[in-house]
């Protein structure tokens, strides 16, 4: 019986950066589907009785919510394989793009949920952030933790995988190696890992789901 | 004054971003470590600012946890068990939503103030039942208090402090000792430790300053 536990959907880029996290630490868990749009379980709503979200971490027992406060759980626990730098001053910067990443995510993904003129506008707005991830985030550094993968890059994860899909049912480019050169090599790298590609969902379910998310979104905004 | 060992702050005391990072400089009592200056004209674009050994660092939450990682000695800002590390992280982090909330009542008037009411009422009774959950056997007293403060104790002072002044400007309680008889004990008994009592607003000039920041508010959503 695994001690560690993660409730998770299939779809969710948040649920992978714990994912991952754990993979590349080479902790061993137990991972429950868990069916967040329709029916919830009754251990996800005991686990996370205040937002009821996955990803969900239980630890013997105990549980824990909100994917940046997990990873940060999973790296002071099992300390193997570092996603933090050590200098105070390097993990800081860490966190500052982590942060980001939480705090710009409906611009970067308004393209997604928006169609026409306020398309155009949004994915503009995605591509500003982007622009500013790339030059200041990453630079010239392998991965966003440096020469190793790290926490930050786990963050942006979702750009090598899902943005791909989205950018596809959405019918815009919005990143291709000639304009964002630098992440575009990064997601090739970021992907190439093993502990990473390893568990990445199937494209085509992808897809079908996805579909019908932007189909939910573009209706909503319409009523 | 050499560039080493300064730390300078930049802000200004009405953001409550930048009173924790104030708070948390004063519980750690650097100013006879390092000087320490917080300057009120703030140079860079965004506020809190940290600069230490000539580099900055932004993001509130990300420079509190630099701040207890970089002076280890004095009290610690999180404790040392994983497990409590990632609850008191997890509410920290929720107290910017409180924040947001709480925002917005002072910018509406009418039955937008009404639902924003009503949706900061239900967020802070949640904060509520966080903080039931994590001091089982009450708010610590002024003497614990003294010996250890934590992240989230500093963040609910620095955001949620003012409630009275608050109550003074809206004419509604959405803070008090019988709704959330929790966050008024944290309150007032942070109030009384010297380190943050020196640096307290007094409640008129906070008054006087959610007065301007509502009149403004208004005044350009109405323009």
């Known amino acids: 019986m695994s001690q560690v536990t993660v409730l998770g959907a299939w779809p969710s880029p948040y649920v992978y950066r714990v994912i991952w996290a754990l993979k590349l630490k080479g902790v061993d868990y137990e991972y429950v589907e868990e069916d967040v749009l329709h029916n919830k379980s009754d251990r996800l709503l005991k686990y996370n009785p205040v937002h009821k979200k996955v990803p969900v971490l239980v630890h013997a027992g105990k549980p824990i919510a909100e994917s940046a406060v997990i990873l940060e759980y999973i790296e002071e626990t099992w300390p193997q394989n570092p996603l933090l730098p050590k200098d105070p001053h390097q993990r800081a910067l860490a966190r500052f793009w982590i942060k980001f990443g939480e705090d710009k995510s409906a611009a970067l993904f308004g393209f997604f949920m928006t169609e026409g003129e306020q398309q155009e506008k949004a994915t503009k707005e995605g591509q500003e952030q982007l622009r500013i991830l790339e030059e200041q985030g990453l630079g010239e550094k392998m991965f966003f933790g440096g020469d190793e993968i790290g926490m930050a890059d786990l963050e942006f994860g979702w750009l090598a995988w899902w943005l791909d899909v989205m950018s596809e049912i959405a019918g815009v480019k919005v990143i291709d190696a000639e304009?964002?050169?630098?992440?575009?090599?990064?997601?090739?790298?970021f992907k190439d890992i093993s502990a990473i590609k390893e568990p990445l969902p199937d494209r085509s379910a992808m897809l079908t789901y996805f579909k019908g998310r932007r189909a939910t979104f573009l209706a909503l905004a319409k009523s | 004054m050499a560039k080493q060992n300064m730390v300078i702050l930049y802000g200004t005391w009405t953001i409550?971003?930048?009173?924790?990072?104030?708070?948390?400089?004063?519980?750690?009592?650097?100013?006879?470590?390092?000087?320490?200056?917080?300057?009120?004209?703030?140079?860079?674009?965004?506020?809190?600012?940290?600069?230490?050994?000539?580099?900055?660092?932004?993001?509130?939450?990300?420079?509190?946890?630099?701040i207890d990682e970089t002076w280890?000695?004095?009290?610690?800002?999180?404790?040392?068990?994983?497990?409590?590390?990632?609850?008191?992280?997890?509410?920290?982090?929720?107290?910017?939503?409180?924040?947001?909330?709480?925002?917005?009542?002072?910018?509406?008037?009418?039955?937008?103030?009404?639902?924003?009411?009503?949706?900061?009422?239900?967020?802070?009774?949640?904060?509520?039942?966080?903080?039931?959950?994590?001091?089982?056997?009450?708010?610590?007293?002024?003497?614990?208090?003294?010996?250890?403060?934590?992240?989230?104790?500093?963040?609910?002072?620095?955001?949620?402090?003012?409630?009275?002044?608050?109550?003074?400007?809206?004419?509604?309680?959405?803070?008090?000792?019988?709704?959330?008889?929790?966050?008024?004990s944290c309150i007032t008994a942070l109030i009384e430790l010297p380190a943050v009592k020196e640096s307290w607003m007094p409640d008129e000039k906070v008054v006087a300053f959610l007065k301007f920041f509502r009149e403004n508010a208004l005044n350009s959503a109405a323009a």
């Open chain 2, 16 to 66: 409550p971003y930048v009173k924790r990072v104030e708070l948390t400089l004063k519980v750690k009592d650097l100013r006879n470590k390092s000087p320490m200056l917080l300057k009120l004209n703030p140079i860079h674009k965004k506020v809190p600012v940290l600069v230490h050994n000539g580099k900055a660092i932004t993001e509130s939450l990300v420079i509190i946890e630099y």
């Open chain 1, 179 to 189: 304009s964002f050169p630098r992440l575009h090599a990064w997601i090739q790298r």
């Open chain 2, 72 to 184: 280890k000695t004095g009290p610690r800002i999180l404790p040392q068990d994983p497990y409590k590390r990632s609850q008191i992280r997890i509410w920290a982090s929720y107290i910017q939503q409180v924040n947001e909330a709480m925002v917005m009542v002072l910018k509406t008037i009418g039955e937008a103030q009404e639902n924003a009411i009503k949706e900061v009422s239900e967020k802070v009774k949640l904060l509520e039942a966080g903080l039931k959950g994590l001091f089982p056997d009450g708010i610590p007293s002024v003497d614990e208090y003294s010996k250890n403060v934590t992240l989230l104790d500093l963040v609910i002072l620095a955001n949620l402090g003012g409630y009275e002044a608050q109550e003074g400007v809206l004419g509604v309680k959405i803070i008090d000792s019988e709704k959330t008889p929790l966050i008024v």
